[in-house]
């Protein structure tokens, strides 16, 4: 049996049944990853040593028949979360070998319920990108056809899942980065509600945006992982006091009279004609299975991208200020203290970080601010009237998750415009913090994934998981595989 | 052309919490460098702040002390600036919505009351230290600075006042109004030399008569309490003389340097940081409920102006007295509670006397005998063994006549804090009960005038201040045991 192939729930019914052992389980794991990720690129570490400590307490719980939700369940994580003991470096080169001292709460929690680390996977340096082409290391490559890219900035957990590395993982979403890999790689992706989940240990890039969510095989999965991470953490004041349900209970529950909306401003003219149809068809899947599409509106869709882009920037050019050589990571000679700033800091980060570190001050500058920052503050606030508005009158809405499929390494690196267009469905749920699923709704003539995109309500991730469970229980995209 | 000052202070003030603003650190100073940090006020990646809630508490009691209106939505912003003693790049502090507004300070300066406007009071976090590698004469190199991340955190007010203080002495006198309030509110110890108390001043001058204001500089450093006036001082008189001599004031930050006595310039407007201040995603915007402004308010002490007016009000205790007592809040409270003692025992032996002598009596004990204790003790007022049950039972000996005010201040007072024990068992035990026997006190009254005509014809003549002679005599004879009343009806009587 290949057991790397398993979902969270197959491999906790063949674990607790003792058909297999969690050993057994890592080791398909890592051969898995041995055999392929040459090719799919998509860890910057593997933690072995630590996977098979954790892969052996977890066998001792199963046996005491104790198991927790994701005992001995091998789980790889973004390298933007920290991890005790464990490099953590953004896949930049100014935080290479930087070890911290101390567990992000979500990790903190899978530990808690018997999890075991397989490794850190690569991403767009500080998450700032769509691609993984601004990894400060290396590239990592779509499993369905390995000359493009698996989507940013979360790609190295989207890849690993989709080629089957892992048997799910984590990703973190500031403008799109957990939805758009996903989509692009063929797997769930769920961005949870701003505040649903702790960013204890989520190393910053956008603190008004970043959110951690789950990038797994299945939509029950994703509500598996969504179950442990989520609740308010004291240690992230941003994490809200809202009661936590089982979000694994609603999946199966019919969705009969759900008002679906379906926004106008998402499908314009000129998109890939091949997402369009492919998100027009999973529309009526929806209809035919009880769902109401009703068409809506969502005026201020123009300007999120704009918004995003100064706010994003503005709060990243602060949030990177601590990499200065000083205290930890990487640091350049100097002959004086601005000299060793500037060295440190241009030869630390990538090109792209520099960019947005360069717009964001520019943006809070002083005379600049009240153009730049408070504009882009109050256009914030009106998009996210449009989706109170439109919530009004439906349950959920649904669009395109990305406006292309997975495009080709280097076609658009050269033109940072392009890139940032990749989000322009995923970047308002971000700005008006409410909770996201992209699943799989079909493929491209090349064979290449199309990622469906349900929008909730303010902490309904149970709304969204019921239509997403409902649609994948009727279809098959979910169960293709990439040739590898 | 007369000009005049116009000066606004920027106080910070390190607050009385255990922990740091934003995570658990302890604040104790003076611990072996990086002991007292952890990954989240050394800024790790990934880390986030919450806030200290008797930190916010406090800010909101200085606020209430103050005068200000608390605000009911605040919130932190971020100051972004480069330094190795600031871990994150940035400092959170507030900026647009700080916590307390439209406050003020009344202060007496030169017998005039002036009222000083506070316009605000913000919460932020202190940086940490640089030590450089000296260059001469000590260790090292001089190639390298050090960073010490213990203060990093430290939770601070900064107390913002209006451009109301027209002098240095008045701006002195808001310092040590508003320390003393701080302390008494125990909120921050107001220590300068340990910079828990640390001041910027915005000084400008201008003709007198002139409505605007002229240009301003910023004078930073000011770290003790005796160079408050010092330098605004010499930064007046210079800004005073740049003017006469047809120059112009340019808006800069100057530091003042202690040793040498004068102010330096540091950074003029245009190299001024760009701080980018911005509103700090990491931290929820701050609702201040009214049952919590009411709460706070409730458990304020009794402020030091209004227990300086009671005092003289209610013990009529002179100004003087009443300003001693109240300089600290324990000194004050310490009076108050040994006034209570002395009276209680006073009504249980059935003894009337007037509240006010008795207030009076416990008042001079304070000042001119225990005040003086204390300081060759250097103890604060509740270290010793004196407590007010024991300065009360004193009192009370003094007022029933069991023992001499004289014995009082000396023999009783400092075996009281040799030993702790009561004054009544001391007077007991050392035999120090007052003679009251008038015919005993008739012999040594009569054997002192014996032994001394000469002063006895001149008394006669009329030089009455050897009356305090004769007295001094008597006691020594009487080894300060005879009422010192009985003593001079008797020497009146016999020498008329």
């Known amino acids: ?484 | 052309m007369k000009y005049e000052a116009v000066i606004g202070l920027e106080v910070h003030a390190q607050m009385l919490t255990d922990s740091k603003i934003f995570c658990g650190c302890s604040t104790k100073f003076g611990s072996e460098p990086n002991t007292q940090t952890c990954q989240i006020c050394i800024g790790m990646p990934g880390v986030l702040p919450v806030l200290n809630k008797k930190a916010f508490e406090f800010a909101i009691s200085t606020g209430l002390a103050t005068n200000c209106k608390i605000s009911p939505y605040s919130r932190f912003a971020r100051k972004n600036y480069f330094y190795p003693d600031l871990p994150k790049g940035y400092q959170i502090s507030q900026y647009e919505l700080p916590i307390c507004e439209h406050g003020f300070l009344e202060i007496v300066v030169n017998g005039e009351d002036r009222k000083i406007g506070i316009t605000r009071i913000h919460m932020e976090e202190d940086a940490g230290k640089n030590i450089h590698e000296s260059t001469s004469g000590g260790q090292g190199s001089g190639n390298y600075s050090f960073v010490d991340l213990n203060r990093t955190g430290v939770p601070l007010m900064e107390i913002v006042s209006e451009p109301d203080i027209r002098s240095p002495k008045e701006a002195a006198e808001y310092m040590k109004k508003l320390r003393e309030l701080v302390r008494w509110i125990g909120v921050c110890d107001g220590d300068m030399e340990e910079g828990s108390l640390r001041c910027d001043a915005n000084v400008s001058v201008r003709p007198v008569g002139q409505k605007g204001y002229g240009t301003r500089a910023e004078v930073k450093n000011i770290n003790s309490f005796k160079f408050v006036e010092k330098a605004l001082e010499y930064e007046i008189k210079r800004q005073i003389k740049v003017i006469e001599e047809g120059g112009k004031i340019i808006q800069e930050t100057r530091l003042w340097d202690s040793n040498k006595g004068i102010t330096e310039s540091m950074r003029t407007k245009e190299e001024a940081h760009d701080y980018r201040y911005f509103p700090d995603p990491d931290l929820v915007p701050i609702t201040v409920e009214q049952k919590l402004i009411d709460g706070l308010k409730a458990s304020l002490p009794e402020l030091p102006d209004a227990k300086r007016k009671r005092f003289v009000s209610e013990y009529g205790l002179p100004q003087y007295d009443a300003d001693l007592l109240t300089e600290e809040k324990s000194t004050a409270e310490y009076f108050e509670k040994a006034l209570e003692k002395a009276v209680e025992e006073l009504v249980k032996l059935g003894v009337r006397i007037d509240l006010k002598i008795v207030a009076k009596i416990v008042a001079n004990l304070i000042i001119t005998n225990i005040f003086k204790h204390l300081k060759e003790e250097d103890k604060e007022i509740n270290e010793t063994p004196l407590t007010p049950g024991h300065l009360g039972n004193l009192v009370s000996c003094v007022a029933v006549g069991s023992t001499s005010i004289t014995m009082a201040k000396t023999t009783i007072l400092d075996e009281v804090f040799k030993s702790g024990k009561m004054p009544e068992v001391i007077v007991k035990e050392k035999g120090l009960i007052q003679i009251s026997d008038s015919s005993e006190i008739e012999k040594a009254v009569d054997e002192v005038i014996a032994k001394n005509p000469k002063e006895v014809e001149r008394f006669k003549a009329g030089d009455e201040k050897l009356l305090g002679f004769f007295v001094g005599q008597i006691m020594k004879l009487t080894k300060g045991k005879a009422n010192p009343q009985i003593v001079n009806e008797l020497l009146r009587k016999k020498l008329s």
Not at chain 1, 247 to 262: A, M, P, Q, R, Y
Not at chain 1, 313 to 330: C, H, I, M, P
Not at chain 1, 352 to 358: A, L, S, T
């Open chain 1, 1 to 484: 049996m290949e057991l790397y192939r398993l979902n969270i729930s197959e491999a906790r019914e063949l674990l607790d049944k003792r058909k297999i052992t969690a050993k057994e389980l890592l080791n398909s794991i890592y051969q898995r990853i041995e055999s392929v990720d040459s090719k799919v690129k998509a860890f910057v570490t593997l933690s072995k040593e630590q996977a098979y400590e954790m892969a052996d307490a977890a066998q001792k719980q199963i046996n005491e028949g104790r198991s927790l939700t994701v005992q001995g369940i091998p789980v790889a994580i973004k390298d933007n979360m920290c991890t005790k003991g464990i490099r953590t470096t953004c896949s930049s080169k100014i935080l290479e070998n930087f070890i911290p001292p101390y567990e992000s709460a979500v990790t903190s929690r899978l530990s808690e319920n018997g999890y075991v680390l397989i490794g850190k996977t690569n991403l767009d340096e500080f998450a700032m990108g769509s691609s993984t082409e601004n990894s400060g290391f290396f590239t990592t490559r779509n499993p369905w056809d390995i000359e493009r890219i698996p989507g940013g900035s979360s790609g190295g957990s989207a890849a690993a899942v989709a080629a089957d590395e892992c048997i799910a993982a984590l990703g973190s979403d500031t403008g799109g980065s957990i939805r758009q890999p996903a989509a692009l790689c063929g797997v769930v992706g769920l961005k949870p509600t701003y505040g649903r989940v702790s960013r204890y240990g989520l190393v910053a890039f956008a603190s008004s945006l970043d959110q951690i969510g789950p990038i797994t095989k299945t939509v029950k999965d994703s509500a598996t992982l969504l179950n442990i991470i989520s609740g308010k953490d004291p240690f992230d004041s941003t994490s809200a006091p809202v009661a936590v349900p089982d979000f694994t209970k609603v999946l199966g529950n019919e969705i009969k009279g759900l008002k679906i909306g379906i926004p106008r401003e998402y499908f314009i003219k000129g998109m890939d004609r091949e997402i369009e149809e492919s998100v027009k068809t999973a529309i009526k899947k929806l209809e035919s299975l009880g769902a109401i599409p009703v068409e809506i509106s969502l005026p201020h869709t123009e300007y999120a991208v704009a918004t995003y882009y100064v706010l994003a920037t503005s709060e990243a050019s602060s949030n990177l200020a601590r990499y200065d050589g000083v205290k930890y990571g990487f640091r350049a000679d100097g002959k004086d203290l601005m000299e060793m700033y500037m060295n440190t800091r241009a030869q630390g980060f990538g090109a792209e970080v520099k960019r947005r570190i360069m717009l964001g001050t520019y943006a809070l500058s002083s005379g600049y601010y009240d153009a730049y920052y408070k504009k882009a503050q109050q256009a914030r606030t009106l998009i996210k009237a449009d989706f109170e508005k439109a919530f009004n009158s439906v349950d959920m809405i649904v669009t395109p998750t990305s406006p292309t499929a997975a495009f080709k390494s280097g076609e658009k690196t050269d033109d940072p415009l392009q890139m940032y267009l990749s989000d322009i469905f995923t970047i308002s749920v971000n700005l008006a913090g409410i909770p996201a699923i992209s699943i799989p709704c079909g493929f491209t003539s090349n064979n290449l994934p199309i990622g469906l995109q349900i929008i909730g309500k303010h902490f309904d991730e149970e709304s969204i998981l019921k239509a997403a469970y409902a649609y994948e229980q009727s279809t098959d995209w979910h169960k293709r595989k990439p040739n590898l």
